[in-house]
């Protein structure tokens, strides 16, 4: 797969208490399969689809325990180091300073100045997804805020993404772009998140049918919040595991309305 340019979604984990059940939830949920973990990665889980990495899964690192699980994308990067220095300058705040990981690449993981976390990859043996868009993977994500001001003053200093605003008064919600091509969307989060919900980033999960695979996360123990829901973009539903994680599923193939206007 061609290098991912910097700022675009590259890879997603998650940490879990109980990873042996986080695997059955997210095997009969999106059809995935698990490479063995290794112990000197901390048992660090790739997930596959028909044979393609779409992810990880690994248990929750000594001291975290009782933090709420949540799913981490990634952001890609030609240099660590260089993009850790603009997290900075832009107001972010580094949970730790880069590192290698083996072969595989480096990585560093941070926070903005609104709450929200994520991280930042810079590729070496592994390059991120190898399967996108398709049932079983990595869909879209959303960085979903309270403070707009915060978040788009340092996303966008950050990465050299394009702003392009959902011209809809009842919505406010960017797309940022990169090269003309959307990598991220955000969304202000609005009165119906409960007020201890934090500013996080929303990751999609591509599936067949939302409304099954609504019924699959509540037949396993995780909850609906949200939807199923149709769009331009396709039908979606947001949801969370038994544990605790949040993210979506979505039906790309079903859609619905017309495309919004960008300004």
Not at 50 to 62: E, F, H, N, T, Y
Not at 88 to 94: D, P, Q, R, S, Y
Not at 148 to 163: I, L, M, R, S
Request: aromatic share 12%; with cysteine; net charge negative.
């Amino acid at each position: 797969m061609a290098a991912r340019p910097e700022g675009a979604p590259i890879w997603a984990d998650a940490m879990f208490p109980d990873l042996e059940a986080a695997k059955r939830f997210y095997g009969e949920l999106l059809g995935w399969t698990f490479e063995e973990g290794r112990e000197e990665f901390g048992n660090y889980t790739q997930a596959k689809a028909d044979g393609k990495r779409v992810g990880a899964l690994s248990p929750q690192m000594p001291g975290m325990e009782g933090t709420p699980p949540s799913w981490n994308l990634y952001l890609a990067t030609p240099d660590v180091k260089a993009t850790a220095a603009r997290v900075k300058e832009a107001g972010g705040t580094l949970l730790m300073e880069p590192m290698e990981v083996g072969d595989f690449g480096s990585m560093v993981s941070v926070q903005d100045p609104a709450g929200v976390f994520f991280s930042l990859w810079q590729p070496g043996t592994h390059d991120g997804f190898e399967k996108v868009g398709e049932p079983g993977s990595y869909a879209w994500a959303e960085v979903t805020t309270r403070d707009t001001g915060k978040t788009d003053g340092f996303f966008e200093a950050a990465f050299p993404y394009e702003v392009r605003k959902m011209a809809d008064e009842n919505v406010d919600f960017n797309i940022w772009q990169l090269d003309g091509q959307p990598q991220l969307g955000r969304f202000k989060m609005t009165e119906d998140f409960p007020p201890q919900v934090p500013s996080y980033v929303n990751v999609y999960f591509a599936v067949d049918d939302c409304d099954a695979a609504v019924a699959t996360v509540t037949r396993l123990g995780g909850k609906l919040h949200y939807g199923p829901m149709d769009t331009p973009f396709g039908r979606f539903a947001a949801v969370t595991d038994p544990q605790g994680a949040a993210f979506s599923v979505i039906d790309l193939s079903t859609t619905q309305g017309e495309m919004p206007d960008l300004t």
